[in-house]
């Protein structure tokens, strides 16, 4: 029996010193044969022009979100703001979206290529391509269309060109809005309706 534990108090002994070694070696072979570093696997650098960034200060994808006064949630993402030296709360901006949600769960959904957004006045005018889909099934192109901030208000001064459930319409002008808690699309300035019965 006391040969067995002088065997094993042997084998202890040598283990304390043989693993420490073993484990120093493996590290120093682990940092003497590390691979180097290409600079091509380095991170990359930002392309951005911090001197144009500076003459030109911009917004990239901000959110405007608000509630009109008849409960309505308005909100407006655009690609690229960029404030308006002009005045405070001025903003012009490329590829814009918005999103009009009335208390009663209908949708209206508006892109355009560029616009502006006047807090001070409480304004959205987007021109361009203006898209507007309704969730009533209105799809509307028009050149310019201004948005209040404050209520529910959409208006086109210019032509209007519609695909509706009841066919298409050809109008000078477009106004939407609220009424005694009704939202009311009104075409006017030569409307022409092509009825397109459903088949």
Do not use: C
């Not at 703001?81 to 918005?98: C, F, I, K």
């Amino acid at each position: 029996m006391a040969a067995h534990d002088n065997i094993h108090s042997r084998l202890v002994a040598w283990l304390k010193v043989i693993l420490p070694l073993a484990a120093l070696a493996l590290l120093s072979t682990m940092f003497l044969v590390s691979r180097g570093i290409a600079p091509e696997d380095a991170l990359p650098y930002s392309e951005v022009d911090v001197e144009e960034l500076a003459r030109e200060p911009r917004l990239t994808a901000p959110r405007y979100s608000g509630v009109t006064l008849d409960g309505a949630a308005l909100s407006v993402t655009a690609e690229v703001a960029r404030p308006d030296v002009g005045g405070a709360g001025q903003a012009s901006a490329t590829a814009l979206t918005a999103r009009l949600e009335t208390p009663d769960g209908i949708t209206t959904d508006i892109a355009a290529s560029d616009g502006q957004l006047d807090t001070a006045a409480g304004l959205l005018m987007l021109t361009g391509d203006v898209q507007i889909a309704a969730s009533s099934g209105y799809a509307i192109t028009t050149g310019a269309l201004t948005a209040a901030l404050d209520q529910t208000l959409l208006t086109s001064p210019g032509a209007v060109v519609a695909t509706a459930p009841m066919g298409r319409i050809d109008a000078g002008a477009m106004r939407m809005t609220s009424q005694d808690g009704d939202y009311v699309l009104v075409f006017n300035g030569g409307v022409k309706l092509v009825y397109e019965p459903k088949k």
